[in-house]
């Protein structure tokens, strides 16, 4: 007897828009926060480690900054 593998195709690879759609965030400007979760993205895509990626990607997108006041921008 054989032993057929346990899956139909190999690993289907992303494209880049949905790429783009999980991992894409703007750190702000002059954050350390930011700043340490967009290293943390950058080694966790690094590795493939997609999970803690789009953890990270998210964490960016959804930390709070302050609005500018009017005119100060």
Do not use: W
């Not at 999980?22 to 002059?30: E, T």
């Not at 350390?32 to 998210?58: F, I, M, N, P």
């Amino acid at each position: 007897m054989t032993n057929p593998p346990t899956y139909p195709q190999p690993a289907v690879e992303l494209a880049a828009f949905v790429e783009e759609y999980l991992y894409g965030c703007a750190p702000a400007v002059a954050c350390g926060v930011c700043a340490a979760l967009a290293k943390e993205l950058a080694t966790a895509r690094a590795a493939q480690e997609h999970s803690r990626a789009y953890d990270a990607a998210a964490e960016i997108r959804n930390h709070p900054h302050a609005a500018p006041a009017p005119g100060k921008r």
